[in-house]
């Protein structure tokens, strides 16, 4: 890996450089090391000195449909999505951490203006390119269970048939709702496949990544008078 350009992430730099690597769209692979030294993250040299440059972590707001699964499920610390791309939102804000660790500066998109705002729809546009035709798709039991090679014509089945058998109103609603999930998992599945297995994806990958470059670099550099010393 190192002749490939990768190197490991220094332990104590991961909680700043991992975070950035991630927010940057940069690739990061979390590698199991000899159990005295457990899990390392690995990213290209050239990647952990473009967010050293700009430590900026791009961000996003949460999507309406997120802010409704966090209300209806309070226990989850953290959404897990189907999609291993970037949400096409990423960048609409950026968050810098102030090199005493005492502030968190957080700045929208419209602080940088058109030029900002054109780096960020161009970055929206080409993840969602990459994405077509798949959706940022919460994962749910049937769409594991569909990716993960699940009969799902057996379980359609399975349901169908409760479903008929049931007397009672509610549980019929019920069997219903889940035939209804199961379906609509099985078409996310098979589009999420399609992307998977679709070749040619380095260059855009590339080019994304630059998009998630220059913008963290222009949210670093427009926005660096505000956190000067007074």
Do not use: N
């Amino acid at each position: 890996m190192l002749d490939d350009g990768w190197v490991p992430v220094e332990r104590e730099r991961e909680a700043d450089l991992v975070p950035l690597l991630w927010g940057q769209v940069a690739d990061v692979l979390e590698v199991d090391a000899a159990p005295d030294v457990g899990t390392r993250f690995w990213a290209r040299r050239e990647e952990c000195a473009r967010v050293e440059a700009s430590p900026v972590l791009l961000a996003l707001a949460t999507p309406p449909a997120a802010v409704g699964h966090l209300r209806d499920h309070p226990d989850e610390a953290a959404l897990r999505c189907a999609q291993e791309l970037p949400p096409p939102g990423l960048g609409e804000y950026g968050v810098i951490v102030a090199e005493d660790r005492q502030s968190v500066y957080v700045y929208p998109l419209i602080a940088l203006g058109p030029d900002g705002e054109a780096l960020q729809r161009e970055m929206h546009d080409a993840v969602l390119a990459l994405a077509a035709p798949a959706d940022w798709w919460l994962l749910s039991e049937p769409l594991l269970f569909c990716m993960h090679g699940g009969d799902h014509r057996q379980r359609l089945v399975d349901l169908s048939a409760a479903h008929m058998r049931s007397a009672d109103a509610q549980e019929r609603r019920s069997l219903h709702a889940q035939l209804a999930e199961v379906k609509r998992a099985v078409q996310q599945a098979r589009a999420l496949e399609e992307v998977r297995a679709r070749g040619g994806r380095t260059a855009q990958l590339a080019a994304l990544r630059l998009h998630a470059a220059a913008l963290a670099h222009a949210i670093g550099t427009t926005t660096a008078r505000s956190r000067a010393p007074r």
